[in-house]
């Protein structure tokens, strides 16, 4: 089997105590399971040390880029600004604090070969770790999101997501907040994408800050929900769906040709 391109999108805020390990794990996985990589490091305007070790990494590294946002714009905006700069066969998002082991790369991408699956969701074999509060919160979250959707998800919010770059070019994500991984998995569905699912050993934080599991941030998750509910309940067709992805080809074509006369 022909080892696949990857982009590695990691969204990052304030992990400067699990960046540079984060990068040295990825590294590892991606140079045993790709023929080729790039990790895309969002960094949504943190405030401590972990844009510097980023740039330290890079200088041993030129496949690693940072990309940096001047204001903190969350989870769902960060993804979208890595999701855009991918280049490659498959992408993969992974959260800075290595909730799970990159070397399940190798499996995740054998998934995908073997279904001919669009998309791998990782799904936490056992979530309980994470503490009764937050476990009850994933429980009915995915709950909610299994019936407004009718979809068969196990772990929505888990940020293992491995997909062909096509689903992406197909989709357009609208999402600042943490609805993101919802709203991704809700549209490629409904676009014909066959989406397939993994069971991973799961290792909560131990260190730096917890983000994300704040009232804020639930909050704006329903509020993005009741925004773009209409939205993210649209059916594609397959041929519709193979349109947009043409033009979007063919406008990219057109942007790279332009490149040398205005340069
Ligand atoms: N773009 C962006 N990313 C964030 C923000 N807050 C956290 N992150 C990143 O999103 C990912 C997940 O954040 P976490 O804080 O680990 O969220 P969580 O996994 O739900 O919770 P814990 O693992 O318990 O901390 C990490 O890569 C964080 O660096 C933010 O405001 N903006
Ligand atoms: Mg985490």
Redesign the pocket.
């Known amino acids: 089997m022909e080892k696949p391109s990857i982009s590695l999108v ?6 400067e105590a699990n960046i540079e390990h984060a990068i040295a794990y990825a590294v590892d996985a991606l140079s045993q399971h790709a023929s080729d990589y790039e990790i895309i490091i ?1 960094d ?1 305007a943190s405030t401590d040390d972990s844009p510097e070790l980023v740039r330290r990494a890079i200088a041993g590294n030129p496949r690693i880029r940072l990309i940096r946002h001047d204001f ?4 769902g ?2 993804l979208r600004t890595g999701f855009a700069e991918a280049k490659n066969e498959l992408i993969l998002y992974m ?3 290595l ?1 799970f082991d990159p070397e399940v790369l190798g499996r995740a991408i054998r998934a995908i070969n073997v279904t001919r699956a669009d998309v791998i969701t990782g799904y936490r074999f056992d979530r309980t770790t ?1 503490g009764f509060k937050r476990t009850l919160y994933s429980v009915l979250y995915n709950w909610l999101i299994r019936a407004l959707f009718r979809i068969s998800i196990r772990d929505v919010n888990f ?1 293992f997501k491995l997909m062909r770059r096509e689903v992406l070019k197909a989709i357009d994500l609208h999402s600042e907040g943490s609805l993101i991984d919802a709203e991704l998995v809700v549209k490629a569905r409904n676009r014909g994408f066959v989406i397939q699912q993994i069971g991973l050993d799961y290792f ?2 131990i260190r730096g800050e ?4 704040s009232p804020g941030v639930i909050f704006k998750i329903f509020r993005e929900l009741i925004r773009f509910y209409p939205e993210m309940r649209e059916r594609v067709s397959h041929e519709e769906v193979q349109r947009v992805v043409r033009e979007k080809r063919e406008a990219a074509v057109l942007a790279d040709d332009r490149h040398p006369i205005e340069t």
């Open positions: 990691i969204p990052m805020f304030n992990e969002v949504d903190n714009q969350k989870l905006a960060s959260d800075a604090d909730p994470e940020s909560p934080r917890s983000h994300l599991s």
